[in-house]
Nanobody, 125 residues
Framework: QVQLVESGGGLVQAGDSLRLSCTAS????????MAWFRQAPLREREFVAL????????DYPDSVKGRFTISRDNAKATVYLQMNSLKPRDTAIYFC??????????????????WGPGTQVTVSS
């Protein structure tokens, strides 16, 4: 399994932008579908974005579509989440996750077998 570590979280104001990074080690990064999830207090873990190993597909739920952009650099074993026009309801712990490229594309947390510890994003109004 690949090991993941997120960075880039922080406290921002509504309307600001933030870029999260997630660096992988211990595996062949280009063989994984990568995703971002988030979890707010007392809420279930929520899918935020996904990118396939070869950049051919990106997915977003309606809640972030048009504001968030996922990208990856396989040479640096890093996946990014650019978050623009942040809103207070985007406040959560953000996790990156990896699934083997051979698995069917999924938005379900249970289908990802490697997770980072998370990074806190707080958006004030």
């Amino acid at each position: 399994q690949v090991q993941l570590v997120e960075s880039g979280g922080g406290l921002v104001q509504a309307g600001d932008s933030l870029r999260l990074s997630c660096t992988a080690s211990g595996g062949i990064f280009s063989r994984y579908t990568m995703a971002w999830f988030r979890q707010a207090p007392l809420r279930e873990r929520e899918f935020v974005a996904l990118i396939t190993w070869n950049h051919s597909r990106t997915d977003y739920p309606d809640s972030v579509k048009g504001r968030f952009t996922i990208s990856r650099d396989n040479a640096k074993a890093t996946v990014y989440l650019q978050m623009n026009s942040l809103k207070p309801r985007d406040t959560a712990i953000y996790f990156c996750a990896a699934a083997p490229m051979t698995k069917t594309i999924s938005w379900l947390p249970a289908d990802f077998n490697s997770w980072g510890p998370g990074t806190q994003v707080t958006v004030s109004s």
